[in-house]
């Protein structure tokens, strides 16, 4: 790790002195030849701590496991929420659907869904609202048939907004 920290800190110094120099490096053909000689000095520098000690890296000196674990398990959650998201969207437009089919128009839906261990989706809720309170009954009666019961929350639009009944 040496190496490299000595490699790093001759990069950084030979990148200091060729802004230093230039910065006050007199304008037009000179200016050209200065440019080419420090990046001939730069690239020098650089290869230099390779010629010197030579060049071994191995994996061995890399330890990137943790990182890499840690990257792994916030993808694998960031992949659940956005399939959770899209799966979330997909029943609330199969069940608008259903409703629609029903006679009951202009129902909002809104699904909430969970990852079980077996990554299989559970329906954790589905919260109707309908514009008519004659359609409340009917509206649980047809999601419930289709879900299979006690996940189901239904309720009025008021100014664009549900208040379930009974609450």
Do not use: W
Not at 91 to 116: H, M, P, R, W
Request: glycine share 6%.
């Amino acid at each position: 790790m040496s190496f490299i920290r000595s490699l790093v800190l001759t990069a950084c110094m030979m990148g200091i002195v060729s802004s230093v120099l230039n910065m006050i490096s007199p304008v037009g053909k000179m200016k050209k030849h200065l440019v080419s000689l420090i990046g001939i000095a730069v690239l020098v520098s650089i290869i230099s701590g390779f010629s010197t000690d030579g060049f071994r890296l191995t994996l061995r000196e890399i330890d990137l496991s943790s990182e890499i674990d840690h990257k792994i398990n916030n993808t694998s959650s960031d992949v659940s929420e956005i399939f959770l998201e899209e799966a979330e969207d997909r029943f609330d437009e199969y069940f608008i659907d259903l409703l629609n089919k029903n006679d009951i128009s202009g129902a909002k839906v809104n699904t909430n869904l969970q990852l079980n261990d077996e990554n299989e989706l559970d329906i954790v809720e589905v919260m109707v609202a309908v514009a008519d309170i004659s359609q409340v009954s009917h509206a649980e009666k047809i999601i419930s048939d289709e879900i299979g019961g006690e996940y189901v929350r239904v309720g009025l639009i008021e100014d664009n907004e549900a208040s379930m009944v009974g609450e």
